[in-house]
């Protein structure tokens, strides 16, 4: 069940805290950002209630297939294509992980309602919106885009800068996984141009974390060896036109 009042931010957040940290260092993590209740029942509906989809780069561009699809390709050609995607990583951008695309299942009318297009509509509402243009300082967002992912042993993301067309202004993740060690992999890491790791942050439950664009960053391999997938909601902070319900 959504929480009485639906979902909400921790109560005693000022955006006045992190936005400081955000202007010195481009990136800032906010810990305990949502109510205990609402990040504990979206943390549910991601281990639970969300019909994932395999998304992969695929002939350079990116593909999401739906579990159908999924089946109808056949285990063979979905391992060839995975392998495929696994060797581009080494000359370049590439990524293997499972997502669910909350706002174009929301506005393309899938899944009617899926627990996640509650929080679609909570990361676009004025209280929320209010919030991440005072962390930022950018004053005229728009809107915030949002996709559900989940990174299981052997998936990854690499290196790459958000650049968008000019209209991404941040990007973010809402962090929803329990108890990760450090060695399991799936960091969210930030590089330099001479490919060192200026930061890192591990998978964390109920952690906000939102960072300027462009900015170089990837998300490394997840082990082989983690006991459980990396849940997260991702997105940008963008400041093109709102999204339009069809």
């Not at 990116?62 to 080494?90: C, F, N, P, Y």
């Not at 998936?155 to 450090?182: I, K, M, Q, S, V």
């Not at 300027?212 to 902070?237: C, D, E, F, I």
Request: glycine share 8%.
């Amino acid at each position: 069940m959504i929480p009485a009042g639906g979902l909400a931010l921790n109560p005693t957040l000022v955006a006045a805290d992190h936005a400081e940290i955000y202007a010195r260092d481009g990136m800032v993590q906010i810990g305990d950002f949502l109510t205990p209740e609402s990040a504990e029942w979206l943390a549910s509906t991601l281990e639970r209630a969300t019909p994932w989809r395999l998304a992969l780069s695929h002939q350079r561009r990116g593909q999401m297939l739906k579990a159908e699809a999924a089946r109808t390709l056949g285990a063979a050609e979905l391992q060839r294509r995975v392998a495929a995607a696994s060797a581009d990583a080494a000359k370049g951008f590439a990524f293997v992980y499972q997502a669910y695309p909350i706002i174009s299942a929301l506005l393309d009318g899938e899944d009617p309602g899926h627990p996640t297009h509650v929080l679609a509509e909570f990361f676009n509402s004025p209280t929320f919106l209010a919030f991440a243009r005072a962390v930022t300082a950018e004053p005229n967002l728009t809107k915030i885009d949002a996709q559900a992912t989940c990174f299981q042993p052997g998936n990854f993301l690499t290196l790459h800068d958000d650049t968008g067309d000019g209209e991404r202004r941040a990007a973010y993740t809402l962090g929803l996984t329990r108890e990760w060690r450090g060695d399991w992999g799936g960091q969210l890491l930030f590089h330099d141009e001479g490919g060192d790791v200026l930061r890192g942050f591990k998978p964390r439950f109920n952690a906000w974390t939102v960072f300027r664009t462009p900015q170089l960053h990837s998300v490394s391999q997840v082990a082989n060896y983690a006991a459980k997938p990396r849940l997260t909601v991702t997105g940008w902070l963008r400041d093109d036109p709102p999204h339009d319900p069809r």
